[in-house]
C-alpha cells in the first residue's frame, strides 16, 4: 500500500480526525461545554439581576412618586393654612383699625362736644359781662341826668304794677 494514495490519506485522516475528536471529548469538550454553561448561567444571572433592579428601580419610582404626591399634598396643606392665617391676621387688623378708628372718633366728639361746652360758657362769660358793661353805662348815663331818673324809676313802678 502507497503512503500516499488518496485512499490512504483519506484514511489517515479520518483517523486523525477521529482520535482528534476523541482526545477534544475527553480533554476540551468537557471545560470548554463548562465555560459556555458557566456563561450561559453567568448571562442568565446577569438578566435575573437586571430584572431585579429594573422590579427595584419601578419600586423606587412608585416610592419617589409617592412621597412626591405626599410632599404636594403637604406642601398644598401648609400653604392653605399660611393662605387661612394671613386672611385672619388681615381681617384682625382691619377689625383692630376699625375698633380704634371709631375711638378715635369718640374720642374726637368728646374733645369737639367738651371744646364746644368751654367756649359756649366763656361765650356767655363774656356776654354777659359785656352786658354787665353796657347796662353800667347806660344806667350810669340815665341816672346822671335827675329827670331821667325819676322817669326810669316811674317805668319800672308801671312795669311792676302792669306784672
Keep these: ?20 475528536f476523541i482526545l477534544l471529548r475527553k480533554f476540551a469538550w468537557k471545560p470548554i461545554l463548562g465555560a459556555v454553561q458557566s456563561r450561559e448561567e453567568s448571562i442568565n444571572n446577569a438578566l435575573a439581576s437586571a430584572e431585579s433592579a429594573r422590579l427595584e428601580m419601578q419600586n423606587l419610582t412608585a416610592s419617589n412618586e409617592r412621597i412626591l404626591q405626599e410632599a404636594r399634598v403637604e406642601r398644598d396643606a401648609l400653604l392653605k ?21 371709631e375711638r378715635m372718633i369718640a374720642q374726637a366728639k368728646t374733645a369737639i362736644a367738651a371744646e364746644k361746652n368751654a367756649a359756649m360758657a ?42
Design 1 to 20: 500500500m502507497q503512503l500516499t494514495s488518496p485512499e490512504s490519506l483519506i484514511f489517515w485522516t479520518t483517523i486523525i480526525f477521529v482520535v482528534f
Design 81 to 101: 393654612e399660611a393662605r387661612e392665617m394671613r386672611e385672619k391676621m388681615i381681617a384682625d387688623s382691619k377689625e383692630e383699625a376699625q375698633l380704634q378708628g
Design 122 to 163: 366763656e361765650l356767655k362769660t363774656q356776654v354777659s359781662t359785656l352786658s354787665l358793661n353796657i347796662a353800667e353805662k347806660l344806667l350810669k348815663d340815665e341816672l346822671s341826668n335827675k329827670e331821667a331818673q325819676t322817669k326810669l324809676v316811674e317805668n319800672m313802678l308801671g312795669d311792676v304794677k302792669l306784672n
